[in-house]
């Protein structure tokens, strides 16, 4: 258990509305990421934090943004949520960023209806 | 641009027998390569990993891989399939940036055990 936190673990919008999905960790690793899982697709890269205020975009960031205002906290956001970011969302945290193993949280299953 | 290739979306074996869920990746430099499962409705644990050293590593659950940078694969094998051993299975490339780290997945195995 590499001590990381979703929430909620489900949720289901309304499309157009704004979503907030927390990861949360105890281990007070600098990097941390987040992706969706989609059938077909497996797990895609949606934006990363290599620290404080830090962050990058992954492979599918368009319609997320994200913040990390302190080590433990990184939030992922829909502006407007559309029925194409219905998926399962995860956070995974490194805490070896030279081989940079990641530990996985249990997800947040997203529906845009 | 790094991928990996997961070419069986879905395996059935029967319990007992061997298994070997194949993965190719394309990246540039010497891969970080890792292999986690995922139970239905959970998230993703970590089965084995290789950085260097020897090509065959060794990882939970009775689960082994074999890295042969001239076929660029990355194999995961199992002797003797249990049906807990049912699950999906991704493999992951580690490819470093400027920033720091960056995970390309797999599509995913899906493996059926039957009795």
């Known amino acids: 258990d590499a001590g990381i936190t979703q929430s909620p673990r489900h949720k289901v919008t309304e499309t157009g509305t704004p979503v907030t999905l927390r990861c949360h960790q105890t281990e007070n690793h600098r990097y941390m990421y987040w992706y969706r899982q989609d059938p077909g697709h497996g797990l895609r890269l949606i934006h990363y934090?290599?620290?404080?205020?830090?962050?990058d975009k992954g492979e599918v960031s368009d319609g997320y943004s994200v913040s990390r205002s302190k080590t433990e906290d990184f939030l992922l956001t829909l502006e407007s949520a559309t029925s194409s970011q219905t998926s399962v969302y995860f956070c995974?945290?490194?805490?070896?960023?030279?081989?940079?193993?990641?530990?996985f949280g249990a997800g947040t299953r997203l529906s845009v209806l | 641009a790094q991928s990996v290739t997961q070419p069986d979306i879905h395996i059935t074996v029967s319990e007992g027998a061997s298994l070997e869920l194949r993965c190719n990746y394309s990246y540039g430099a010497t891969p970080y390569l890792f292999w986690y499962v995922q139970s239905p409705g959970q998230g993703l644990q970590l089965l084995l990993k290789?950085?260097?050293?020897?090509?065959l590593v060794q990882g939970i659950k009775g689960f082994e891989a074999e890295f042969k940078r001239s076929q660029s694969s990355f194999n995961l094998r199992k002797p003797s399939v249990h049906w807990s051993d049912a699950a999906e299975y991704f493999c992951?490339?580690?490819?470093?940036?400027?920033?720091?780290?960056?995970?390309?997945f797999g599509t995913g195995t899906s493996l059926t055990v039957i009795p």
């Open positions: 992951a490339v580690g490819a470093l940036t400027d920033t720091g780290n960056q995970f390309y």
């Open positions: 934090s290599y620290g404080v205020k830090d962050t």
């Open positions: 995974a945290i490194s805490l070896d960023i030279a081989k940079n193993i990641q530990y």
């Open positions: 290789y950085f260097s050293g020897d090509t």
